[in-house]
């Protein structure tokens, strides 16, 4: 099948209610996005399975959940106030703006006019804010750029709280914000988004092989994600093209239906960090190694996740193209743990009430088991079939007259090959999680 194109995919999540522009009832904001039902289940799913993989299933790894406003301090300390910057050009004839580093500066993309562009000037990219009531410059805050500085401000608090051994992990998801000059691409490049980010505090000495374990660690979830491993690259990014505070970056690119981009990134961010805080804060940062050793200030490897980029990449990885009984049809070939609906359930025919208590009860039953399950009594069979294939439903199960006047069974159909198999309702559980497992 050929690769599928951005458009498809924006049209999909409009149409069945996956991701919707920002304030699209006022002509839209640019650069924001409101996830729908089926889209905040996506994305929870997504995001659970990383905490899951990343923070619960380990015993070195401590969430985090910080204030999105901070203090203007973190922002001056981390570097964020003076470089957090993009190279910005305006058209001199048509007065659109664009990143200098994005386009052929020679030409104008969107009027055609040539040299029109004069030298870049850096944008800072953090959204500024005023807390409280009075508007100057000690009460500037900004939304925060990254989640990063929610993790390393609370290092010391986490450290105080529960000793842990060096190496371990502090993790965090939650919103950042970019006044991105340029937003564009879906979700791809929002203004507002979502991160999922752990700064590992490790010893100097041990960074190389740190790294490397992290690149593998994140290898395996991009494989639990469901994505193709041809269409993943690890891209070493070179020390000019490097953030002011890493020393070794890779980043992980996909193959999205845009080109090849970044998906996430890998760095290994030594003690910029710390040592910046130590310094304008007055407080120590250090480590005290339980063994007596020397004190000192620990290095960090930092793996940064955006959470719309990974649900773009599911998204495409997952949308496939067939053909079942000389129609063409379309669905999301998605892992069953990402799957929004789990399972729907429906009646054959939605005027018979026999049918219709019997759906009830069946999905009850699943409901409390699974959760995300979907009763679905809209139009003729094959059409919901249709629409539960087109948002990634792994099982469809129908009461029909076998089931009340017959042997009992129910259908259970397979979203990828569309067999159908008959099974008795009290098995449906074990034979879901069987086939999903
Ligand atoms: N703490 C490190 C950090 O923030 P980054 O490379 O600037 O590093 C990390 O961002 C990840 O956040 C990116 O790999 C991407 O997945 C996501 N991201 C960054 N800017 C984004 C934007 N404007 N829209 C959507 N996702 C974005």
């Keep these: 099948m050929k690769d599928v194109s951005l458009e498809t995919i924006v049209s999909l999540c409009k149409r069945r209610g996956f991701i919707y522009q920002g304030s699209e009832v006022y002509g839209g904001l640019a650069g924001t996005w409101d996830y729908g039902p089926l889209g905040l289940s996506l994305k929870r799913n997504i995001m659970d399975l990383w905490w899951k993989t990343f923070v619960t299933d380990r ?103 529960f000793y842990p051994d060096l190496p371990f992990g502090m993790a965090q998801q939650g919103k950042a914000f970019r006044n991105e000059i340029s937003p564009r691409d879906f979700v791809f490049r929002s203004r507002e988004f979502e991160q999922m980010e752990i700064e590992y505090f490790i010893h100097p ?39 002011h505070y890493s020393k070794r970056t890779i980043d992980f690119e996909y193959d999205f239906p845009i080109g090849r981009e970044e998906l996430l990134g890998l760095a290994y961010r030594t003690d910029f960090d710390l040592q ?44 496939t193209e067939d053909e079942v009984g000389g129609e063409k ?42 959760g995300a399950v979907m009763y679905d009594d809209n139009g003729n069979i094959g059409k919901r079939y249709r629409r539960q294939d087109e948002i990634g439903t792994p099982y469809c199960v129908t009461i029909d007259f076998d089931t009340t006047e017959g042997d009992g069974t129910v259908t259970v159909r397979n979203r990828d090959n569309t067999s159908q198999e008959r099974i008795l309702p009290d098995n449906i559980i074990d034979f879901i999680k069987d086939l999903t497992q």
Aim: aromatic share 10%.
């Design 205 to 243: 000495d041990q960074w190389q092989q740190e790294f490397e374990k992290w690149v593998s660690g994140i290898e395996a979830f991009l494989q639990a994600l469901g994505l193709p491993k041809d269409k993943i690259h690890q891209l070493e990014v070179p020390d000019a093209d490097r953030a």
């Design 276 to 319: 910046n805080i130590q310094k304008a804060s007055g407080k120590s940062m250090e480590y005290r190694p339980k063994d007596g050793g020397a004190p000192f200030v620990p290095h960090v490897i930092e793996p940064s996740f955006g959470v719309e980029r990974a649900i773009m990449a599911v998204l495409s990885a997952a949308y």
């Design 329 to 370: 049809r379309a669905y999301l070939k998605l892992p069953a743990h990402l799957a929004p609906v789990r399972v729907a359930v429906s009646p054959l025919l939605k005027n018979k009430p026999e049918l219709v208590a019997k759906a009830q009860e069946v999905y009850r039953m699943l409901k409390k088991e699974f």
């Design 59 to 161: 015993d070195d790894m401590y969430g985090v959940d910080a204030a999105i406003l901070m203090n203007q301090k973190v922002w001056q300390a981390s570097g964020h106030v003076d470089t957090f910057t993009d190279p910005l050009v305006e058209c001199s004839n048509c007065h659109n703006r664009f990143r200098a580093d994005k386009i052929d500066t020679s030409k104008c993309p969107t009027c055609g006019q040539s040299n029109t562009f004069g030298e870049p000037r850096q944008f800072n990219m953090m959204f500024k804010t005023n807390v409280g009531p009075v508007d100057d410059e000690a009460s500037i805050s900004y939304l925060r750029p990254e989640t990063a500085q929610g993790i390393f401000t609370n290092y010391k608090n986490v450290l105080d709280s």
